[in-house]
């Protein structure tokens, strides 16, 4: 496996991880459950580390699509600078649920608002991670890009599959 095939195994980890520790999370709260609120600061710490790979697999990946034809180097410039303040965000929200984890754990009573600021802070990594997602899926995918007809020079995308119906 290459570098874009690693990047590609492992960049969704820490955009949906953190998903899932954001319902666990409100799930702890809603039931007073202090093990699903442990279990959502764990859940937010590992999306942190799949981050750390995912970002380190970044570099390999580009120098793999930089030589296909017809990449423009500016989205993956794009792409990589959003990335990094995803990355950043990520694990501040990591070093939150560390902090909350033990506060948690040591019975504080400050536990209960590091869960209400790591579920606000959750939602703007949450921002970051679709920018991140989009920047990353647009390098490749002319469909999802936001100017995506100009992507077809003015031709019709079915024209194809209509010439071979005649």
Do not use: C
Not at 43 to 56: H, K, M, N, P
Not at 103 to 108: D, F, G, L, V
Not at 160 to 166: A, G, V, W
């Amino acid at each position: 496996m290459n570098g874009a095939h690693w990047h590609l195994v492992l960049n969704h980890l820490p955009i949906i991880i953190p998903m899932v520790g954001l319902l666990v999370m409100v799930g702890g709260l809603v039931l007073n459950s202090e093990i699903l609120k442990r279990a959502a600061y764990s859940i937010f710490i590992l999306g942190a580390v799949t981050a750390i790979a995912a970002s380190s697999t970044g570099e390999g990946a580009e120098e793999v699509v930089e030589e296909i034809q017809g990449i423009d180097e500016k989205m993956i410039k794009i792409h990589e600078e959003v990335a990094e303040i995803f990355a950043i965000l990520i694990y501040i929200l990591g070093g939150l649920s560390i902090i909350g984890l033990w506060a948690n754990w040591k019975k504080k009573s400050y536990s209960s608002l590091i869960s209400y600021v790591v579920i606000a802070f959750s939602f703007v990594v949450f921002f970051y991670a679709k920018q991140t997602g989009t920047t990353g899926g647009e390098i490749r995918h002319t469909e999802i890009r936001v100017n995506n007809l100009n992507n077809y020079n003015g031709m019709n995308p079915n024209s194809e599959i209509e010439d071979k119906d005649k």
